[in-house]
């Protein structure tokens, strides 16, 4: 699968499915920002990692919460 493809597939899936399918491609992954929040981060340019920003969402009747990728770049 190509760089864009991967990143588009990513976008709605949870941060745990996410991470398996980076790894299966041989990727690294990190989270650099959650609900809004930035994380401090390296400025280095990788291009084996995805960066994934994240968004906690409610799911399930007893308010679980689980964090969704609403993002994902090269770097």
């Known amino acids: 699968?190509?760089?864009q493809e991967l990143l588009s597939k990513l976008i709605g899936m949870t941060e745990t499915q996410g991470q398996d399918l980076i790894?299966?491609?041989g990727y690294v992954s990190r989270v650099t920002n959650i609900d809004g929040k930035p994380y401090m981060i390296t400025h280095d340019?990788?291009?084996d990692r995805?960066?994934?920003k994240l968004e906690t969402?409610?799911?399930g009747e007893h308010g679980l919460r689980e964090a969704v990728i609403i993002k994902a770049d090269i770097g």
């Open 1 to 3: 699968m190509d760089e």
């Open 23 to 25: 790894k299966s491609e």
């Open 45 to 47: 340019l990788r291009f």
């Open 50 to 52: 995805i960066n994934l």
């Open 57 to 59: 969402k409610l799911t």
